[in-house]
T-cell receptor, first 116, second 114 residues
Framework: GAVVSQHPSWVICKSGTSVKIECRSL??????MFWYRQFPKQSLMLMAT?????????EQGVEKDKFLINHASLTLSTLTVTSAHPEDSSFYIC????????????FGPGTRLTVT | AQSVSQHNHHVILSEAASLELGCNYS??????LFWYVQYPGQHLQLLLK??????LVKGIKGFEAEFIKSKFSFNLRKPSVQWSDTAEYFC????????????FGTGTQLKVEL
């Protein structure tokens, strides 16, 4: 149980376009989802915390107008990278916590974004 | 702000060798501690976690970790590694007063040679 999926697994887009990444909890309801960014050979950096039905909370230094997060339901959160630039190329990972359970996060497989 | 340090960035061991990966955190309050593993091409998986109680925590696949509060440490250990343990290992900390946000260490790449 507690499986999280992401779609797409990889995407290539042109500079200036927008890309949407989906994060789904497949077999559980997640009131909270998290979006991370991972640079090569580096750790996961939390970008934002997404709560169902409310606005996302962004970490310091993360542009909320560039990285739009929508948590429309208890099983789906989306991250849209708007007007993407090559420096946005990265590995984006989402995670979800079980409703009522504290601490443990279940991670998706990640999405590799390459902006050309 | 809390931070997590993993001092070993790359570790190479032979099969059957013992493993200890260091993890230190900086936060004075109550914390929950985690070790995650990322096998090549796969997503992060939880190895073990510490919330409270016995500071020696046993996880999956023979891994264990010891929480030493006075040293702000949560080192990961395994008595005898296998080739299949080749992966990247991340220590993570959550302060109990900060929601469910995790702060990750920089990771340790473990390679186990036959």
């Amino acid at each position: 149980g507690a499986v999280v999926s992401q779609h797409p697994s990889w995407v290539i887009c042109k500079s200036g376009t927008s890309v949407k990444i989906e994060c789904r909890s497949l077999d559980f309801q997640a009131t909270t989802m998290f979006w991370y960014r991972q640079f090569p050979k580096q750790s996961l950096m939390l970008m934002a915390t997404s709560n169902e039905g409310s606005k996302a909370t962004y970490e310091q230094g993360v542009e909320k107008d560039k990285f739009l997060i929508n948590h429309a339901s208890l099983t789906l959160s989306t991250l849209t990278v708007t007007s993407a630039h090559p420096e946005d190329s990265s590995f984006y990972i989402c995670s979800a916590t079980l409703t009522g359970e504290s601490g443990e996060q279940y991670f998706g497989p990640g999405t590799r974004l390459t902006v050309t | 702000a809390q931070s997590v340090s993993q001092h070993n960035h790359h570790v190479i061991l032979s099969e059957a060798a013992s493993l200890e990966l260091g993890c230190n955190y900086s936060y004075g309050g109550t914390v929950n501690l985690f070790w995650y593993v990322q096998y090549p091409g796969q997503h992060l998986q939880l190895l073990l976690k510490y919330f409270s109680g016995d500071p020696l925590v046993k996880g999956i696949k023979g891994f264990e970790a010891e929480f030493i509060k006075s040293k702000f440490s949560f080192n990961l250990r395994k008595p005898s590694v296998q080739w299949s343990d080749t992966a990247e290992y991340f220590c993570a900390v959550k302060n109990t007063g900060g929601g469910n946000k995790l702060t990750f260490g920089t990771g340790t790449q473990l390679k186990v040679e036959l």
